[in-house]
């Protein structure tokens, strides 16, 4: 999708992904990540989500990626804190203590960007991708995370129905990407309340990547 597709959205307020409350699932099977102590969490494409103030509130540092600025804004707003902003390269960097969220082109962000981190917190990121990019996204982000164990967030839905995002993305599919270098399990599948836009089969599901080794 092209970078002012979602500009457009954030500027229509056209965010029906964004959930007031953070995410259910997260919390609900955040202790099967297994995530060590005050460790650091890589959240892509972020928006401006309360996951972020959820992992803080818990101990954690994360870092974020987001094309959005004013998305990135509230996010700090949101959190009732003033950040640093500086240029980096082509991404901008906002930071606060335990908290860096870089604002443009995922694709742009690199392994030492991102540094060390402990987990990845996929909730918004691979369902707003449409099939062409799933490959490249997964791949790059494989690369800048050093293969780090993921916690992923899906719907699947017949996508014939409504076009996305976010995008139906089945079990097949969460498997088709990323199974040639993760152990998938899959620990949650159920109807969406309500389903969204019209149809009420719409369904989420929770998955835990973690390295093949492992």
């Known amino acids: 999708m092209e970078p002012d597709f979602w500009h457009r959205r954030w500027k229509k307020n056209e965010i029906g992904f964004h959930e007031n409350e953070g995410n259910t699932l997260l919390k609900s099977y955040f202790d099967q990540w297994q995530l060590p102590e005050n460790g650091r969490v890589f959240v892509p494409l972020c928006g401006k989500t309360k996951d972020i103030g959820w992992f803080l509130a818990k101990g954690f540092s994360v870092v974020a990626i ?71 996204y997964s791949e790059h982000l494989r690369t800048i995370t050093h293969a780090c164990k993921q916690f992923v967030v899906t719907y699947d839905y017949d996508q014939s129905l409504f076009a996305g995002p976010p995008f139906s993305v089945p079990s097949e599919t969460v498997h088709e990407v990323y199974q040639q270098y993760f152990n998938i399990t899959q620990l949650y599948r159920g109807k969406v309340a309500g389903g969204f836009r019209g149809q009420d089969e719409v369904f989420e599901s929770v998955y835990l990547l973690s390295d093949t080794s492992s």
């Open 66 to 136: 987001e094309l959005n600025e004013s998305a990135v804004k509230a996010l700090f707003k949101d959190l009732g804190v003033e950040p640093h902003i500086e240029s980096h390269g082509s991404l901008s960097k906002y930071s606060v203590a335990n908290l860096i969220v870089y604002v443009g082109d995922f694709f742009a962000l690199s392994a030492e960007d991102v540094g060390s981190i402990d987990g990845v917190f996929d909730r918004g990121a691979l369902v707003a991708l449409p099939e062409p990019l799933r490959n490249r």
